[in-house]
């Protein structure tokens, strides 16, 4: 890509540059523009922010300005944790120290970053060029020697495949492999290739494959390894393993045992600037206190012989230490004083989304002879952007200044005559970076949740009230009961191992108790029967009523919906690409459409649906959500609002957090047709919501909703379009798609760079919570703690507090009202607490990239599906994510409990 606003850079003159080491005060905004500046006469040079999201910010946004900007990332793997760094991670950590210590880099990096433990292996990367001389058998030994594991097929980063006289090298810092066909020992060709089908189709002039692995036990690696097995005999298996050479998974934790104390910076002579430096070294204090901690966490897991909390040599060093011999400029946002110099940078004096105010500010501006760049994200939105500040009489006069990239922090620098605007400053949006179920019957230690007072069924007697569990000796031999209440006093006494009798009540009225022995528990069970019967008629007689109906032609695409596309700031995966045409087909087609999309949890079904809500209302219709919970209700209203906030579409959410007068207005809305686009939950099957054109239902978890539930807004329009999304199907909806009534699109692809999650499960470790909650603060992530007991959950939060005192702790339950809610959601998205504890309302659909470690307390009264569902709610981005899934270490697991949580553990 071109940097567009390269150009620019020369209005920046050389007599009013900062001089260096010293003090300039630099605005959040101005940054990119700053270091490209620099970049132009100081290099190699090294920014540092405080945080990883900071410096992936400053990567993107200069590449506007100049060719070659690196982000030097953090390892997602944090101290004491024996599980390797992803290996573009080290990849790319090699590519930007290879490029500071060649001289000509411009490199960003957090200060958690830069301030990690530097290894001494060399970062120098394999370079082959066609036309290049070079033995088969050398080639393979120094790509096994950079870390890349030899396969017979090549499909992710770090592998390399030998056949004959073709080499397959999939570069651990590339996007694609490259295939190299040797000619005896001559490279005669080099080709990208594609790793799903094989298949290659670019020629290319050169490969480059840096180290797939940061840490390798060369040489002195080994002997610093033989040195240990005598000084440090505690860990002698593993000094062993590396003495001898042997690279395995975990390698990396072990490096601060086995490297000098260097940072990247040391024996570099390169310009720094340290962006918001008070706040940088209070990160860096956090960062050394939160491994010294952590270590004083898991101290008494390393063993007798180990070191002592504190006595380990640190993954993280002292910040001013690092920087000593580097040529230091400073960098506040802000002035402290009148005597700070600094580059002046404003807003754009509009409101965000307002194109008539947004086109009079850019009419003031360039009357004043500014330059006016336009950044927005996708070619058919700058296209749009372009036209409606054109019908509000600004005209961007060169073409060039609309660009199809965007930037995350836009600016008005008056002395440069320029403002560069992005999404934030036009459309008031910030850039996106990449991107309870049913009850089971009480069985096992399921009835310990039991309080007395609560309404039970049993299968024989009926609905009867729980009045403890008591001990009664009967035929000399005593034992445990579930002594249940019913009318006329009559009580019954059920052993705890005939527990599979009893469930608890779920409806959602106060019960009669049934009378034992009388008739009317089987008359109201015989009632059930024929009204289940009546519902599955009518399910089989809508299904074949709907099968022959001509539904609604969705119109084809249009720039709009081509735009809509564009503004998924991810890259659609390849099973994602083809269920997006299943949709549309089915909804340009003359017939109804039922379709499920089926895929994990993650893996990018909502996007599929609100492409296809977009659709229905370009087509004239209205759409309409169908989601599980409140909460989920209000996040998916906050998407779909910012998503569809460029177009004239309205979008409304109906739940039980809007007051009266609120819920009618939305249904008011529905009914005359002003409202497009409804998210609810099932408020939305109330008698009183009516749609004047509803074309589309979409419903979120539909194992949550009931047959009844779902047929019901159905039947509100025979030919409305149904589509379904799932991560945990129902045997129903599974055997309707199989027998051919509902179609089905299946997502197996996960997200490029998606994780596995890693799964623990075993008794409650308050040790093993404390190391967990730290070790995501340490890498500036958030937790989730499942508590799922209302009544105790500020104790949880309590004990909590006592093992991780410094961290930051919210509350979210479903008793909460909505502004509560609302608010702890935001605030904790938003980045103000570090830990959530929350019942499982958090189960369903949350979509929140930083949280990436889950605590569920009392993982054993959990279903299946309710585990599966709050698994999926970490790992949603490239961090490894981690799940903590505990049962208590005094109580025996049913076979049932330990079942489910074995197959969550494997799965």
């Keep these: ?115 990690q433990r530097s290894s001494p292996t060399p970062v120098a990367p394999l370079v082959l060029r066609r036309g290049a001389t070079v033995e088969l058998v050398d080639l393979a030994d120094t790509l096994a020697g950079l870390g890349y594991h030899r396969t017979d097929r090549v499909e992710a980063r770090g592998e390399f495949a030998v056949r004959g006289g073709i080499v397959d090298v999939f570069g651990a810092q590339d ?59 505690w860990a002698a298996a593993t000094w062993d393993r590396i003495a001898e050479g042997v690279t395995f998974q975990g390698i990396e934790s ?71 011999g580097a040529t230091v400029l400073e960098a506040p946002a802000a002035a402290s004083g009148p005597g700070d110099l600094g580059i002046e940078v404003r807003g754009l004096d509009a409101n965000p989304g307002d194109p008539e105010s947004i086109a009079a500010a850019l009419r003031r501006l360039s009357s004043r002879g500014f330059d006016v760049v336009i950044a927005m994200d996708g070619a058919a939105a700058a296209e749009r952007v372009g036209r409606i500040l054109g019908e509000h009489d600004f005209f961007v006069s060169d073409p060039g200044h609309l660009l199809a990239t965007g930037v995350h922090h836009g600016f008005v620098a008056p002395e440069l005559k320029l403002a560069v605007l992005g999404e934030r400053e036009i459309a008031g949006r910030r850039r996106a970076h990449r991107r309870v179920g049913r009850r089971q019957a009480i069985t096992g230690d399921a009835y310990r949740d039991l309080e007395p007072g609560d309404h039970v069924v049993h299968h024989h007697h009926g609905i009867g009230r729980f009045e403890g569990l008591v001990q009664r000796s009967m035929a000399g031999v005593e034992r445990d009961y579930l002594m249940i209440a019913y009318q006329k006093g009559d009580k019954l006494y059920v052993p705890t191992d005939q527990l599979a009798a009893v469930r608890k009540y779920t409806g959602g009225e106060k019960p009669r108790l049934s009378r034992m022995g009388g008739t009317d528990w089987s008359e109201t069970r015989g009632k059930v029967r024929k009204a289940v019967a009546i519902v599955a008629e009518e399910v089989v007689k809508l299904h074949r009523e709907r099968a022959a109906i001509t539904g609604h032609r969705a119109e084809p695409d249009d720039p709009w919906q081509r735009e809509f596309e564009e503004s998924f700031p991810f890259e659609e995966t390849p099973d994602q690409l083809t269920a997006i045409a299943d949709v549309k087909t089915d909804m340009e087609s003359p ?40 909460l989920l209700a209000q996040q998916h209203h906050a998407t779909l609002e910012d998503r569809f906030s460029p177009y004239p579409v309205r979008v409304e959410a109906l739940s039980r957090f809007l ?95 998606r994780h596995p999650i890693l799964t623990y499960v075993g008794s409650h470790d308050p040790q093993a919570v404390s190391a967990a909650i730290r070790r995501e603060m340490l890498r500036e992530g958030q937790v989730f703690y499942v508590h799922n007991r209302i009544q105790s959950i500020d104790l949880a939060v309590a004990r909590l507090r006592d093992l991780v005192p410094d961290a930051r702790y919210a509350i979210a339950h479903g008793r909460m009202s909505e502004g509560q809610l609302e608010q702890v959601m935001f605030d904790f998205w938003n980045g103000d607490y570090d830990v959530l504890v929350a019942t499982t309302i958090i189960e369903s659909g949350l979509d929140l990239p930083q949280v990436n470690t889950l605590v569920v307390e009392r993982a054993d009264l959990l279903g299946l599906a309710q585990l599966y569902q709050l698994r999926g709610r970490v790992g949603r981005s ?30």
């Design 175 to 233: 996007d694609l492999p490259v295939r190299i066909d040797m000619w005896g020992d001559e490279v005669d060709e080099l080709r990208r290739f594609s790793p799903s089908d094989q298949r290659s189709f670019e020629a290319t002039d050169i490969l480059v494959a840096y180290p797939a692995r940061e840490f390798r036990p060369d040489d002195a690696v080994q002997q610093a390894a033989r040195g240990l097995l005598r000084s440090e005999p």
């Design 878 to 907: 490239s961090q490894r994510a981690y799940a903590y899934l505990f049962h208590p270490e005094e109580e025996r697991l049913s076979e049932e409990a330990y079942r489910r949580l074995e197959a969550i553990g494997e799965f």
């Design 659 to 753: 007051t009266t007068a609120q819920q009618k207005a939305v249904v008011r809305g529905l009914g005359d047709g002003s409202v497009d686009l409804v998210v609810g939950t099932h408020r939305l099957l109330s008698e009183d919501v009516e749609f004047k054109d509803l074309g589309l239902l979409v419903i979120d978890e539909e194992q949550r909703f009931g047959v009844a539930a779902k047929d019901r807004l159905k039947r509100l329009r025979a030919s409305v379009d149904v589509l379904t999304l799932t991560a945990t199907p129902i045997p129903r909806t599974l055997e309707m798609a199989l027998t051919g009534i509902r179609e089905v699109s299946h997502i197996r692809t996960p997200p490029e760079d």
């Design 1 to 115: 890509m071109a940097q567009p606003l390269a150009g620019f850079l020369g209005r920046w003159t050389a007599d009013r540059l900062p001089d260096t080491p010293g003090r300039w005060v630099v605005p959040a905004s101005a940054r990119a523009l700053t270091v490209a500046r620099l970049a132009l006469v100081r290099r190699p040079l090294l920014a540092i922010t405080v945080t990883e999201r900071e410096a992936e910010d400053l990567a993107d946004d200069l590449r506007l300005f100049i060719e070659d900007p690196m982000l030097l990332p953090a390892w997602e793997t944090l101290p004491f944790e024996h599980v390797s760094p992803n290996v573009a991670t080290m990849a790319h950590r090699a590519e930007a120290i290879d490029g500071l210590r060649a001289g000509g880099g411009v490199v960003v990096g957090s200060v958690r970053a830069v301030t």
């Design 254 to 324: 072990w490096m601060p045992w086995l490297a000098p104390e260097a940072s990247i910076l040391d024996d570099l002579s390169s310009d720094v600037v340290l962006f918001d430096p008070h706040r940088a070294r209070s990160r860096n204090a956090e960062l050394i206190e939160e491994e010294r901690s952590l270590a004083e966490a898991l101290a008494t897991t390393w063993g007798d012989d180990a070191p002592a909390a504190g006595h380990h040599p640190p993954l993280y060093l002292d910040l001013d230490r690092a920087l000593s």
């Design 591 to 630: 017939l109804v459409m039922d379709r499920l999309i089926f895929g994990d949890v993650g893996f990018g079904k909502t996007e599929v649906a609100m492409r296809a809500m977009f659709k229905a209302v370009r087509s004239g219709k209205q759409a309409a959500l169908l989601v599980p919970t409140t």
